[in-house]
């Protein structure tokens, strides 16, 4: 389908409730067990009414596992090339529209405000692109919180960890993939202008963005030496063992 078309249904239509019931039945169960998924603060999504998830972007697969922690529809932008072959029409009814990377997307900004009018949720990644260390995040950019701005919508902090290199060729890693959500920030009486979004973005929205991803990096590491400890633990109990 054409960009125009994309846009087009993405904003008339939208998800195809069936659908995406059926997709998310089968994924979530698979995705809580496979990459043992762990969500935390999830209640700081609005239940209802427009609103911006403003999570760190470390895979493409990151909106699948933000859709998979809240029972609303999540709409989220995806790449201008994935939607000009046959798939291009059933993401759309999954939630997604197309965005073109590199330049200013008139279109894709509006069908984001479209969504937002209608009272809709929206996953939108500050940094702007991936950022495939798993130890680092990128610079927030504004548009995000212009967005937030002009159609008062308010903005949840989000981090996730695990989904870099989450396939070793077409087969999914069991990886651990984490998730966390800050309280959500109203706009409040800040003016829609660009000094307005930035404030909001770099000062407020980010700031909580880096705490609870270093949040889910520190719980990875203490994880990660209770395992080993586990391990020394037994070893040394199976060498005195062997003594005996």
């Keep these: 389908m054409t960009n125009e078309e994309a846009h ?5 239509k939208g998800v195809s409730r069936m659908l995406y019931a059926i997709v998310r039945g089968v994924l979530v169960p698979f995705m809580r067990v496979w990459f043992r998924l762990r969500v935390d603060g999830a209640d700081h999504i609005p239940a209802q009414g427009a609103a911006i998830v403003a999570p760190n972007h470390k895979s493409f697969w990151d909106s699948f596992f933000i ?3 809240t029972k609303r529809h999540l709409r989220f932008m995806g790449k201008n090339e994935l939607f000009e072959g046959p ?3 059933l993401l759309v009814r999954l939630g997604a529209f197309p965005v073109r990377r590199g330049a200013a997307d008139a279109d894709a900004l509006e069908t984001a405000r479209e969504i937002l009018r209608q009272g809709g949720l ?20 504004r548009g995000a919180g212009r967005l937030a701005l002009e159609t008062r919508s308010p903005l949840v902090p989000a981090a996730i960890t695990g989904t870099d290199r989450l396939f070793l060729g077409p087969v999914p890693k069991p990886k651990r993939v984490q998730l966390a959500f800050a309280p959500a920030i109203p706009p409040a009486d800040l003016p829609a202008t660009p000094e307005a979004a930035g404030e909001l973005v770099e ?15 520190s719980r990875r590491g203490l994880i ?14 199976y060498r005195r063992r062997r003594k005996r």
Excluded at 203 to 212: D, H, L, N, S, T
Excluded at 224 to 237: D, I, T
């Design 122 to 141: 929206l996953a939108l990644f500050p940094e702007g692109t991936r950022v495939r260390d798993p130890e680092l995040l990128g610079e927030p950019r």
């Design 8 to 12: 087009r249904l993405a904003r008339e």
């Design 67 to 69: 859709a998979a922690a």
């Design 224 to 237: 990660a030496a209770g395992v080993a400890a586990l391990g020394l633990g037994a070893g040394v109990a």
């Design 203 to 217: 000062g407020r929205v980010w700031p909580e963005v880096e705490r609870e991803f270093r949040g889910l990096r």
């Design 87 to 89: 798939w291009g029409r």
